[in-house]
C-alpha cells in the first residue's frame, strides 16, 4: 500500500496537476531545474503550504489531521538550515521529539550514533564545520522517528564522504514500512541512489519512473536544455554532459 | 538554576526593605503592618517600601520575560520591547487614558488596558513592516515605530488638560516605580500571571523556532497562532508594567542574555529565569536609585539604560562581526 | 524777583504736567502674562483693556472673565492691536517683549514682589500705570512672626516638591502664625520617608482637576495615611500662583484654618 498519495495537487502558480506515490519502503528522488517546484512539492506534504487538491497519509487526508500527529509521521528535513542560539548538538536533536512533547534519551541517543554526532553531544552546534552541522540537523529529523523523511537538498554544500554518508543514511531509513522523498541536484547520484526519479519541469511531472525510464537525452534536452550521454549499462549509471 | 534564582530574589526583595532614608526596624514593622497597627514603622514599611520592592520585581519579572519571548519569537538577539516599539506603544495608549481620564468604565486598570492595547498595536505595526524576512528588520521596523509613537505620546502629553504633563514625558520614557501605592500591584500581578502563563503555553514554539519557521511549522507547531498568543503575552507584560511603571529600558535586552548560558542558550528553558532575573536587576537598580542623595531622584530606566546601552552596543559589534 | 517768578512758574508747570501724565488714561492696555492678567482683572476698567494675555485662559480665576478679550500671544497680534500700555512681569515673555521693545512699543516691565512689604508698591505701580492713584494700594499689615511652638505646615507643590524658607511663600505662612514644616532649603524633593515619620500638623496642597503624575506624590497612601484628613488644607490655587493684594486675604484664611487647628489640637 502508498504510504503517501497525491492527487491532483495544485499551489498557486508554484505547482500544477501532480498525481504521485509513495510506496513503502521506497526512496523517491525528485529532480528538475531550479523553480521547477522541487521544494514547494516537498513544502506541500510537510503541512507548510495551504494547497488545492489532496495528499493522503495511509489514506487518510493530510489536511484532518492534527499538525502534531502528522508530525510525528512525516518529519522535513529543510535546504538550509541554522539555529538562531547556540543551542548545545544534544539540544538540537532533541528538538526532534517536539512533536511528540518529550526528550526521550534512548530515541536520541540513537539517531546521534546513526549519524556518527555521539561524541560531539555537549559542543555547540554554531562550532561544528558545513558538514558536520548537517549531520547534526539529519540527527535532528532522526530523533523524531519518523515513517517518512521530506529530505530537500540535504547534499548541498557537503563534500563528497559526506554526501555518500547521508545518503546511506537516507536509504537506510527508506525500509519496511519507511519512505524518504528526496530532492536533489546531481543526476549521477539520484540514478544510483533512488528507487524512482521525479522530473519536474516549471510546477508539472515530465517524467515519473525508475532512473532509466526518467533520464533519457530527450528528456534532460527537453527540461535542462542541454546534451547529454546516459549509460545504464555499467554498475553505476553513467550521465555525462556534452559540450 | 530556578531555585537559586528565586533564593536571590527573595534575598534582593529583603535588602530592598532594608534600603530608605529613616531608620526604621524593618521586621517589626512589617509585623507591625501585618496586623494593621498604624505606627510610623507599619506605614513605613508596609505603605511605601513594600509597594515599591514589590512592583520593581513584579516590573523587571514582566520586562525580563516578554524579552525573552520577544527574541525567541523573532529569532534576533537585540529584540527588546524597547527596541521593538512595544513600551512607547504601551506609553502612549496609557497616557492617552490617564491623562485624559478616558475608558473610566474600566477603572484604575484603564490605563493598563490602554497600555496592553497600544503595546499590542505598535508590535504589529512593527511585525508589518519588518514584513516575512523579520528577522533582520526588526529593529529597523521598532526604531519606526517607536519613533512614531514617541512623537504621539508628545502630543499627546503636550493637549493633556494638566499643565504639569508635558514634563512627566521623563517618566514615560525613562520609568520609575517610586510612590506607588499596592493598589497598582493588583493591576501587574494579574496582567504578569495571565501574560506569562499565555507565552508560557508556547514555550515550544520557542524552542522549535530556533531552527526557523518551517521546521516549527513542520515540527506541527502552529506558527500563526502560537505567534499571536506570544505577542499578546506580550503586550499584556510590557502594557501594564509601562501604564504603572514607565518604560524602564533595556531590562528585556539585557536579562535574557545575562541568563541564556545559564540555560544551555534554550530559548523555552529561558523564560522564568529571565523573570526572576528581571525581577532581581529592577529590584537592584531600584535599591541603588534610593541609595543616591535624596533631592534629585535619578530615574530608573537611566540607571538600566546605563547598564544595557553597552550590551546593545556590544551585541551590534558582535552581529557585525558575523556578517563581515 | 523775575528770576524767582520764571523759577516758580516752571516748578509749577513741571507739577501741572507731571500730575496731568499721571492723570491721561491708557484705553489701549495690553497684558502679556498671568500675573498681569490678574493685576488689570482686579484693578482695570474692562473698556480700557484690550487684551489679556491667553494663559488666564488655562489657569482660570474663580470667578469669571467673560467679555474681557484676549490675544494669542503672537508678536503679530499684540502689535495690531495697538496698545497703549504693554504690562509684563520682569521674568515673562522675554522673546516677544524684546521684540515689541525694538518695534517702538509703550512696554513696561514691572517687577514682582519678593517680599510681603513689597506688595503695596507693587500694588501702587500697576495702579499709577493704568491712570488710578497709587495710594488706593491696600497697606502692609504689621509684619508677625510665629510662636516656637505653633503647628507645623508643609505647603506642598506637584513633583513632591517642597517650599522651603527664604521664600515669597514661607514669609505667607509665618505672617499667618505657622511655622514652616520645611526648614532646609527654599524648594526641596521631599522624602517620603521622612514625612510620613515626622508628618507636619497641617498640609496645604492644591489638587489638579486633571490627573498627573505630579500629584502620585501627595496622593500616596503612605502620607494620606499619616496626616488626618482634618490635617489637608482646602486652599484657592489662584491666590498662590501671584503674588498681589489677595495675598493678605490667603493670609487671613491661613490664619483663621490655624485656629481651627489649634482648637482641634486642644480637644484631643
Redesign the interface.
Known amino acids: 500500500m502508498a504510504l503517501i498519495t497525491i492527487e491532483q495537487l495544485q499551489l498557486d502558480s508554484r505547482l500544477a496537476g501532480i498525481n504521485l506515490t509513495l510506496e513503502a519502503g521506497e526512496l523517491l528522488g525528485v529532480i528538475g531545474p531550479n523553480g521547477a517546484g522541487k521544494s514547494s512539492l516537498l513544502e506541500c506534504i510537510a503541512g507548510l503550504q495551504a494547497y488545492n487538491g489532496r495528499i493522503e497519509l495511509d489514506g487518510q487526508n493530510l489536511n484532518r489531521l492534527h499538525g502534531l500527529q502528522r508530525a510525528r509521521r512525516i518529519a522535513l528535513l529543510p535546504q538550509r538550515c541554522q539555529s538562531a542560539w547556540a543551542l548545545k548538538v544534544a539540544d538540537v536533536i532533541a528538538l526532534g521529539r517536539l512533536p511528540w512533547g518529550d526528550e526521550d534519551p534512548e530515541p536520541i541517543g540513537q539517531a546521534a550514533r546513526q549519524t556518527g554526532v555521539s561524541t560531539w553531544m555537549d559542543a555547540r552546534v554554531d562550532h561544528l564545520s558545513g558538514g558536520e552541522q548537517a549531520r547534526v540537523w539529519l540527527a535532528r529529523v532522526l530523533a523524531g522517528r519518523p515513517d517518512i523523511i521530506l529530505a530537500d537538498e540535504p547534499l548541498a554544500s557537503l563534500d563528497l564522504h559526506y554526501q555518500q554518508r547521508v545518503l546511506e543514511l537516507l536509504r537506510e531509513h527508506a525500509q519496511l514500512q519507511r519512505g524518504v522523498i528526496l530532492s536533489i541536484h546531481d543526476l549521477n547520484l539520484a540514478a544510483h541512489w533512488c528507487d524512482r526519479l521525479l522530473l519536474l519541469d516549471a510546477g508539472r511531472i515530465h517524467a515519473i519512473g525508475t532512473p532509466q525510464q526518467v533520464l533519457t537525452p530527450a528528456a534532460l534536452r527537453q527540461v535542462y536544455e542541454i546534451d547529454a550521454e546516459v549509460d545504464f549499462s555499467g554498475r553505476q549509471p553513467l550521465i555525462r554532459v556534452l559540450g | 538554576m530556578t531555585p537559586a534564582l528565586i533564593l536571590l530574589m527573595l534575598l534582593t526583595a529583603l535588602a530592598s526593605l532594608y534600603v530608605?532614608?529613616?531608620d526604621?526596624a524593618v521586621l517589626d514593622g512589617l509585623w507591625q503592618w501585618l496586623q494593621g497597627t498604624?505606627s510610623?514603622a507599619a506605614?513605613?514599611i508596609g505603605?511605601?517600601?513594600l509597594p515599591r520592592t514589590l512592583l520593581a520585581l513584579t516590573v523587571g519579572a514582566a520586562l525580563g520575560m516578554s524579552g525573552a519571548a520577544l527574541q525567541g519569537l523573532l529569532?534576533?538577539p537585540l529584540a527588546d520591547p524597547g527596541l521593538t516599539g512595544a513600551s512607547q506603544g504601551a506609553a502612549l495608549g496609557a497616557a492617552s487614558v490617564?491623562?485624559f481620564?478616558l475608558l473610566p468604565a474600566a477603572g484604575a486598570a484603564a490605563p493598563a488596558l490602554a497600555g496592553l492595547i497600544g503595546a499590542a498595536i505598535a508590535m504589529s505595526l512593527m511585525l508589518m513592516l519588518a514584513g516575512p524576512s523579520r528577522?533582520g528588520m526588526v529593529i529597523m521596523a521598532g526604531l519606526a515605530i517607536s519613533t512614531l509613537t514617541g512623537a504621539l505620546l508628545a502630543a499627546v502629553l503636550n493637549f493633556?488638560?494638566?499643565?504639569?504633563?508635558l514634563?512627566?514625558l521623563v517618566?514615560w520614557l525613562l520609568g520609575s516605580v517610586?510612590?506607588?501605592?499596592?493598589?497598582h500591584l493588583g493591576i501587574l500581578l494579574p496582567a504578569l500571571l495571565l501574560g506569562g502563563g499565555l507565552i508560557w503555553s508556547q514555550r515550544?514554539l520557542l524552542?522549535?523556532?530556533?531552527?526557523?519557521e518551517?521546521?516549527a511549522?513542520?515540527?506541527?507547531?502552529?506558527y500563526a497562532r502560537g505567534s499571536r498568543l506570544i505577542i499578546l503575552g506580550a503586550a499584556l507584560l510590557v502594557g501594564a508594567s509601562v501604564a504603572v511603571a514607565g518604560a524602564i529600558g533595556f531590562v528585556g535586552l539585557l536579562v535574557p542574555h545575562l541568563v541564556?548560558p545559564l540555560v544551555?542558550?534554550?530559548?523555552d528553558r529561558l523564560l522564568i529565569p529571565a523573570a526572576l532575573a528581571g525581577a532581581i536587576l529592577v529590584c537592584l537598580a531600584d535599591i541603588v536609585v534610593r541609595w543616591m542623595p535624596?533631592?534629585?531622584?535619578l530615574k530608573l530606566g537611566v540607571l538600566t539604560s546605563l547598564i544595557g546601552a553597552p550590551l546593545f552596543i556590544w551585541l551590534v559589534w558582535q552581529e557585525r562581526r558575523k556578517w563581515l | 524777583m523775575s528770576r524767582w517768578l520764571c523759577r516758580g512758574i516752571c516748578l509749577f508747570g513741571l507739577v501741572i504736567g507731571v500730575a496731568q501724565a499721571a492723570a491721561v488714561r491708557p484705553e489701549r492696555v495690553v497684558s502679556l502674562d498671568l500675573c498681569m492678567d490678574r493685576m488689570l482683572a482686579r484693578h482695570a476698567d474692562p473698556a480700557q483693556v484690550v487684551a489679556l494675555s491667553p494663559m488666564h485662559k488655562r489657569f482660570p480665576l474663580p470667578w469669571p472673565l467673560e467679555g474681557w478679550p484676549s490675544h494669542d500671544g503672537s508678536l503679530e497680534q499684540v502689535f495690531a492691536l495697538e496698545p497703549d500700555l504693554i504690562l509684563v512681569g520682569q521674568h515673562n515673555a522675554l522673546m516677544l517683549r524684546k521684540r515689541l521693545q525694538t518695534l517702538q512699543q509703550p512696554v513696561e516691565l514691572v517687577i514682582l514682589p519678593r517680599t510681603l512689604d513689597e506688595i503695596a508698591a507693587y500694588e501702587g505701580r500697576v495702579l499709577g500705570l493704568i491712570g488710578r492713584s497709587p495710594a488706593e494700594a491696600q497697606p502692609a499689615p504689621r509684619p508677625l512672626q510665629p510662636a516656637t511652638n505653633a503647628p507645623r505646615l508643609l505647603l506642598l507643590g506637584p513633583n513632591g516638591i517642597g517650599t522651603g524658607p527664604d521664600t515669597f511663600e514661607d514669609q505667607i505662612i509665618r505672617q499667618a502664625g505657622w511655622r514652616n514644616y520645611l526648614t532646609g532649603v527654599r524648594y526641596e524633593r521631599l522624602d517620603l520617608e521622612r514625612v510620613v515619620t515626622d508628618p507636619p500638623d497641617a498640609i496645604l496642597w492644591s489638587s489638579p482637576d486633571a490627573q498627573a503624575l505630579a500629584s502620585r506624590f501627595a496622593e500616596h497612601p503612605a502620607l494620606q495615611h499619616s496626616v488626618p484628613a482634618t490635617g489637608w488644607l482646602p486652599t484657592d490655587n489662584w491666590r498662590w500662583q501671584c503674588p498681589g493684594p489677595w495675598t493678605w486675604d490667603l493670609i487671613e484664611q491661613l490664619r483663621q484654618q490655624l485656629q481651627y487647628s489649634s482648637h482641634n489640637k486642644r480637644m484631643k
Not at chain 2, 511549522?217 to 502552529?222: A, E
Not at chain 2, 535624596?294 to 531622584?297: D, I
Open positions: 530608605g532614608s529613616t526604621i498604624d510610623a506605614i513605613v505603605e511605601i517600601r529569532r534576533n490617564f491623562y481620564g528577522q493633556a488638560p494638566n499643565p504639569f504633563a514634563s512627566e517618566f517610586s510612590e506607588r501605592g499596592l493598589d515550544r524552542l522549535g523556532l530556533s531552527l526557523g518551517q521546521v511549522q513542520s515540527m506541527g507547531l502552529s541564556r544551555r542558550n534554550r530559548p535624596p533631592g534629585r531622584e
